[in-house]
């Protein structure tokens, strides 16, 4: 008698995977960490998309007035799960890298902490 785990089709797990829904994440900037993000001639975001594989995209434009005058920017990453999470670990890693300040930069502005607010929609959340 065939077990219910024996009738899973082979490639099971696979197909399980092609199934999850596209991930969507937003997740808001201040100017110079979306910069950091984005990288010269936009090197750093095209290394992320190409590492993760997901979409990324740092909104500024398209943005409404109010938050263009606070001058956030809105990195939104979509793409299945585990495409989202490296794209995540990508921008979040530019965003903390001080690797460019000079080691004798006041330590205020070495160590200094950013905010960064990611939202999640409820139904990626069950």
Do not use: N
């Not at 082979?10 to 991930?23: F, G, M």
């Not at 690797?99 to 330590?107: F, I, M, N």
Request: glycine share 8%; proline share 7%.
């Amino acid at each position: 008698e065939a077990t219910e785990v024996d009738q899973l089709p082979p490639d099971h797990e696979t197909h399980e995977a092609a199934e999850l829904p596209r991930v969507p994440c937003h997740i808001f900037l201040p100017v110079v960490p979306a910069a950091r993000v984005i990288g010269k001639g936009g090197a750093s975001i095209k290394a992320i998309r190409e590492q993760s594989g997901a979409s990324l995209r740092v909104l500024q434009k398209e943005l409404p007035q109010e938050m263009q005058r606070r001058e956030d920017r809105v990195a939104v990453i979509t793409g299945e799960a585990q495409q989202v999470q490296e794209a995540i670990a990508g921008v979040l890693e530019r965003v903390f890298d001080r690797s460019g300040l000079p080691e004798q930069a006041e330590g205020s502005l070495r160590e200094r902490d950013y905010i960064v607010e990611v939202l999640v929609p409820e139904k990626s959340g069950s």
